[in-house]
């Protein structure tokens, strides 16, 4: 793989403390991985969070970077620590990893995309496994480091949110019949990953674009804000899982009718975010 492995879009004005990620929204599939799987065009890109980069696309106007996967969650899972590998999927391991995402084939190589659908005819190597962890997943989080200490060393602080989708189902089938689902959870690991004093302004943000906004359930956050999240040295990180159905046909893998407009209100929510970590400059300076 000669290209990185992610689009970095910096703003011109660096002006603000939060930075936007999408790392399940890249679309680029390498033709040799898809000779190598039974699953047709389709399907295999079930597993997406398709387009949630486009809808952050303007982040960068507002004064904030956004960080967005290139390569699919398919090929390789960016938000898993690199160690989540399956034996069930790859060849010659040595040690294997318990944890019920690698369990269910979701490791940081997955076996499955939605629905579980197995991805690949047979195995794969542990050097394949390996190839893609070192020219994917290492470029990918060290830049994120990269940014999130940079916005430190400048601001005092660092906002990292983690732009995911969920599918419109899954949200829809743990609710009770009669109360309305949310269209947006907010993960912080349960207050351990931020602190609530930012998620009380991410959730004000969505709230404000009259969307129903839960916490932690059923996403609390997987690896990246588990990793990324440590308030006590002034990082802070939150997951945001939105309702597919608001903008894409599911089915299709498609923007939907809505989808500018929702682009249009999302453009605003993450102006309002950006805002609560906009650089203070004191009257003494000003």
Known sequence: MTKLPYQLAMPVDHSSSVIFASPHSGRIYPASFLRSSVLDERIIRTSEDAFV??????????????????????????????????????EDMETKIHNPRVASGLGVVPRVVANGRGIYRGKISLKEAHKRISEVWRPYHDCLQSLMKQNISEFGESILIDCHSMPHEAIESIHHAGKPHPDVVLGDRFGVAANSDFVDRIEAAFSKAGLRVARNSPFAGAFIVQHYGRPSRNQHAVQIEIDRSLYMNEKMIRPNGNFIAFRKLMSQVAADIIDTGRRKVSLAAE
């Open 53 to 90: 980069d486009l809808l952050f696309e303007e982040v960068p106007k507002f004064g904030s970077p956004l960080l967005s996967a290139s390569v699919p969650r398919a090929y390789l899972d960016l938000n898993r620590n690199a160690d989540e590998l399956d034996a069930a999927l790859i």
